[in-house]
């Protein structure tokens, strides 16, 4: 691992941020939550939120996809999605749902300059909960020209977090 230049857990925990949190609405799959934590620690954002029925955890499924990220990457559990987005609101965080909704703003064209946001990811099938969309600052979605206009929740978080980074490492 030495010569990968990998950080130990603690270091990692202690680094330099992007103040970005991810907000996850009811996600059921377990793999889906570790593929979040693996993905937050890839670009170094600030911590998950993990909403609902959303799995915690420990959990050994969670773990698996995680390969470890749980250990570097800070994250708590709301019993709501709009107790989180609260939360993110009152820590100085814009709120966005990564939702495709009739006025949602193309993902390329958010020109992210590195203040805080909060992204929240909807359940794998009903999306972002109604709510929640109301109260957000915007809608953001990723540009899609296939016929089913979907993408899984994990894919969807590692290119919405890749486009915020290409856009900071731009500047």
Same mark, same amino acid.
């Given at each position: ?31 889906n ?12 954002i600030?911590?998950i ?9 420990? $959990? ?5 996809? #995680? *390969?470890?990220? /749980? ?6 559990? +709301? =019993?709501?999605?709009?107790?989180a ?5 009152d820590?100085g ?8 909704? $009739?006025?949602?703003?193309p993902?390329? #064209? *958010?020109?992210? /300059? ?5 992204l929240? +990811? =909807? ?34 978080m ?14």
């Open positions: 691992m030495d010569e990968l230049q990998r950080m130990p857990a603690s270091e990692a925990r202690a680094a330099s941020k992007f103040p970005v949190i991810l907000i996850l609405d009811d996600i059921r799959s377990m793999h939550v570790g593929a979040a934590f693996r993905t937050a620690d890839a670009f170094g600030e911590e939120f993990l909403c609902g029925y959303t799995p915690v955890p420990p $959990h050994r499924d969670i773990r698996k996809t #995680a *390969l470890g990220a /749980t250990e570097t990457v800070k994250w708590r559990h +709301f =019993g709501t999605t709009m107790a987005a609260d939360t993110a609101r820590m965080y814009k709120v966005y749902a990564v939702e495709q909704t $009739h006025n949602s703003l993902l390329q #064209a *958010l020109n992210w /300059t590195n203040e805080p946001v909060a929240v +990811f =909807g359940n794998e099938v009903a999306g972002v909960q109604e709510g929640v969309l109301t109260k957000a600052d915007a809608s953001i979605e990723i540009p899609q020209w296939g016929a089913k206009h979907s993408l899984n929740v994990s894919v969807c590692g290119v919405v977090l890749w486009e915020l980074a290409r856009q900071t490492l731009q500047k």
